[in-house]
């Protein structure tokens, strides 16, 4: 089991609220991710980070910004959550860059804008 | 355009049976395929990884083939059982970056009935 956390695991708000999602690892990981997951579909690539001070743009546009200030934390935040938010969230981490590296997932967060 | 394509979408067998789930994709260059195991609400956790070199790989119950040739791979679930019901998602990575970009399929939802 991955010691990769996210808080909350269920969030229900309203529009026009401003959100953050908790990400931390506590594997000393330098990458870290953000997915996006829709009901059925594939995981989409939203945020990542090569480590402290470092955020890239994934490969689909989100209204969503994210930080990283410490190793072990990767927060995403909504400024102003919308219904079209309304999706399942997936933090990862891994120990080196490369694609031969595993990837462990957080449990995710599931937000519902209302 | 990289993509993973899987099938069947979804499947349903009983308990004890064996089922085998497809993975197809077009990811170049190839630096290893995955197979996660996805339960509902929750994060994926990795079954097997692959490299361009191997051909087979067990975990458990769980046997996963790659022909890097054809560009597929299989997953393999002996006698199934009731905790096996989730989302089987295959993922491939690519060898041209260092972020170790992640190509997911959609998954194969795989219901085990008693």
């Known amino acids: 089991e991955a010691d990769i956390y996210q808080t909350p695991r269920y969030l229900v708000i309203g529009t026009g609220k401003k959100i953050t999602l908790e990400c931390s690892q506590t594997?000393?990981?330098?990458?870290m991710y953000w997915y996006q997951q829709d009901p059925g579909m594939e995981l989409h690539l939203i945020h990542y980070s090569y480590g402290v001070n470092s955020t890239e743009k994934g490969d689909l546009s989100s209204e969503s910004t994210v930080s990283r200030i410490r190793t072990e934390h990767f927060p995403l935040t909504l400024e102003s959550a919308r219904p079209s938010h309304t999706s399942q969230y997936l933090c990862a981490s891994s120990p080196a860059p490369g694609g031969g590296y595993e990837q462990y997932f957080g449990p995710g967060t599931r937000l519902t804008v209302t | 355009k990289n993509q993973v394509e899987q099938s069947p979408q979804s499947l349903i067998i009983l308990e004890g049976k064996n089922c085998t789930l497809q993975c197809n994709y077009t990811v170049s260059p190839f630096s290893n395929l995955r197979w996660y195991k996805q339960d509902t609400g929750r994060g994926p956790v990795s079954l097997t990884i692959?490299?361009?070199?191997?051909n087979t790989k067990s975990n458990g119950r769980y046997t996963a083939t790659l022909d890097a040739d054809t560009k597929q791979s299989s997953l393999h679930i002996t006698a199934s059982q009731l905790s096996d019901s989730a989302s089987y998602i295959c993922v491939v990575s690519d060898r041209g970056s260092t972020l170790g970009r992640l190509y997911f399929g959609r998954g194969t939802q795989l219901t085990v009935w008693p």
């Open positions: 692959m490299t361009f070199s191997e």
């Open positions: 594997m000393g990981h330098d990458k």
